[in-house]
């Protein structure tokens, strides 16, 4: 069974950065493909970024294309989140996903089958 647990948020500033992390256990890290997605008070969850199982390929939401950076160290079964300039309307809770072995990095919510409890990151102005 695949467990995906985050950490890392927190509350911080605007411009402030934070760096997230999900670990994974249960299964080798190295055949999923990763997301992260957050999703803010009274709203639905989102797509933030994605990357392949061998981090040759990622994909990020428009909103936070340049100030976010995904990767991933196998090695560790690591994945993470890099989050630089941060903004008000970047407070979520973040949670990251993985997809089964096979599959590419993915926009879509419905195409990951594990997913962490969340972390909540919180941006004052």
């Known amino acids: 069974q695949v467990q995906l647990v985050e950490s890392g948020g927190g509350l911080v500033q605007a411009g402030d950065s934070l760096r997230l992390s999900c670990a994974l256990s249960?299964?080798?890290?190295?055949?999923?493909?990763m997301g992260w997605f957050r999703q803010a008070p009274g709203k639905e969850r989102e797509f933030v970024a994605s990357?392949?199982?061998?981090?040759?390929?990622?994909y990020y939401a428009d909103s936070v294309k340049g100030r976010f950076t995904i990767s991933r160290d196998n090695a560790k079964s690591t994945l993470y989140l890099q989050m630089n300039s941060l903004k008000p309307e970047d407070t979520a809770v973040y949670y990251c996903?993985?997809?089964?072995?096979?599959?590419?990095?993915?926009?879509?919510?419905?195409?990951?089958?594990?997913w962490g409890q969340g972390t909540q990151v919180t941006v004052s102005s």
């Open positions: 249960g299964r080798p890290f190295g055949v999923y493909a």
């Open positions: 990357i392949s199982w061998g981090a040759a390929s990622t």
């Open positions: 996903a993985a997809r089964r072995p096979g599959g590419w990095g993915s926009r879509a919510i419905t195409d990951y089958d594990y």
